[in-house]
């Protein structure tokens, strides 16, 4: 099934990481360091600008303070009540590696992908990592061997987190324990195409973003694609939010390789389309 898209906001360099919260889509525009918040009217603020270019990504802690994982520093900020950015937890021991995407689950506990081993030569990504920053303030590896660790989600009862293995062609689950380690390592789904940005709906169904696919896609467990939306550019990332939590929003650009990401280029739109289901889940 094909939908229609509304273009919500345009003028983007790459929108990712969007969120919906607090009424609005807060997007982080790679490239630029800045994430902005865009109504569903279009109309976008600048909330912040922070010292990363790419990657960075944003979720928020249970008690409101937004977290920012700066990616090629090794960094997860926290932003204090008075705008100043703190160091929530240094990553730098743990990998050289760029960290990638950050969802903070339903009890607190922070997944933070990426790292892991430099990689090969000619490669632009080696094998990525999940790391567990826990409320007490530790922080531990939970998994490994992901290939080319990319969107997360965990579900509304705290128990399986879904990462998007880009470089594999899957949505990857595991059982998340009492303590917020990782195990029983599965399959969620074999997808015919590049996992990038995900969520999760109420009917148990994940949306995928596929760039150089130019979609997203909303799939069931086991792979069986339920719904297609086509755009003209690649779709980096997708959140399901709204009024009633059933507007998937689609962060796209064009895409020009890696080595073109930082550039003057401003293609990065904000799409919108209806849904079947609301969101449910983290990242809300």
């Not at 273009?7 to 982080?28: I, K, M, N, Q, Y």
């Not at 409320?135 to 990319?150: C, H, K, L, M, Y």
């Not at 969101?279 to 809300?284: K, R």
Request: hydrophobic share 40%; aromatic share 8%.
């Amino acid at each position: 099934m094909q939908n229609q898209t509304r273009l919500v906001t345009a003028g983007l360099a790459f929108g990712e990481s969007p969120r919906w919260h607090d009424g609005r889509l807060w997007v982080c525009n790679w490239g630029t360091g800045e994430i902005v918040a865009v109504d569903e009217d279009g109309k976008s603020e600048v909330m912040l600008t922070v010292p990363a270019i790419l990657p960075y990504s944003i979720d928020w802690l249970p008690d409101g303070r937004l977290l920012i994982i700066s990616g090629r520093e090794g960094l997860l900020l926290r932003q204090e009540a008075d705008g100043r950015l703190a160091t929530h937890a240094d990553l730098r021991s743990l990998s050289n590696s760029p960290w990638n995407e950050i969802v903070v689950d339903g009890r607190g506990n922070i997944y933070v992908n990426g790292g892991g081993p430099a990689p090969a030569p000619g490669e632009h990504f080696g094998p990525g990592t999940i790391v567990l920053i826990t409320p007490d303030g530790s922080v531990r590896q939970v998994a490994e061997n992901i290939a080319f660790a990319n969107g997360m989600a965990v579900t509304p009862d705290n128990r399986t987190l879904i990462i998007a293995e880009s470089h594999a062609n899957r949505l990857t689950a595991f059982d998340v324990a009492a303590d917020g380690s990782l195990a029983n390592r599965r399959v969620w789904a074999d997808l015919d195409g590049f996992p990038d940005g995900i969520c999760l709906d109420a009917e148990g169904a994940a949306w995928y973003a596929d760039v150089p696919n130019k979609r997203c896609v909303r799939v069931r467990e086991g792979g069986e694609v339920l719904e297609t939306i086509d755009v003209d550019r690649g779709c980096f990332a997708c959140m399901l939010g709204g009024p009633d939590g059933k507007t998937l929003f689609i962060t796209a650009a064009e895409w020009r390789g890696f080595e073109h990401m930082v550039s003057d280029a401003r293609t990065g739109q904000v799409l919108s389309a209806e849904a079947p289901a609301p969101g449910v889940g983290w990242p809300s």
